[in-house]
């Protein structure tokens, strides 16, 4: 249900940059809390979950190599540095952002 959300939101007409990275830490999360929920979920899917999250986080190591998703952040109204900090990034990747 997540990634169908997600794909509908940047399917929009008026997705940015700056969006990318808030989209893909909310997955991660919804992703972890899947794989963390034991009592719900059978083992097959919390290993789907597993694969998926792994092939999330290439994704997400790949914007490291690109400042423009830091600059789109950085400029967005919204965002600024503040997103980095509330999301727990250490100091040192903030002041590089």
Known sequence: QILKHATQYF?????????VIPAMDHID?????GILNTHVLDPAIRAA?????????????????????????VL????KLQYF????????WVTTA
């Open 11 to 19: 399917s929009r007409s008026t997705p940015n940059l700056a969006m």
């Open 29 to 33: 999360t919804t992703f972890t809390n």
């Open 49 to 73: 979950l597993k694969l998926a999250k792994r092939t999330l986080n290439r994704y997400y190591s790949l914007t490291d190599a690109s400042e423009t998703y830091r600059v789109a952040m």
């Open 76 to 79: 967005h109204p919204q965002n």
């Open 85 to 92: 900090r509330n999301a727990g990034w250490e100091t040192e």
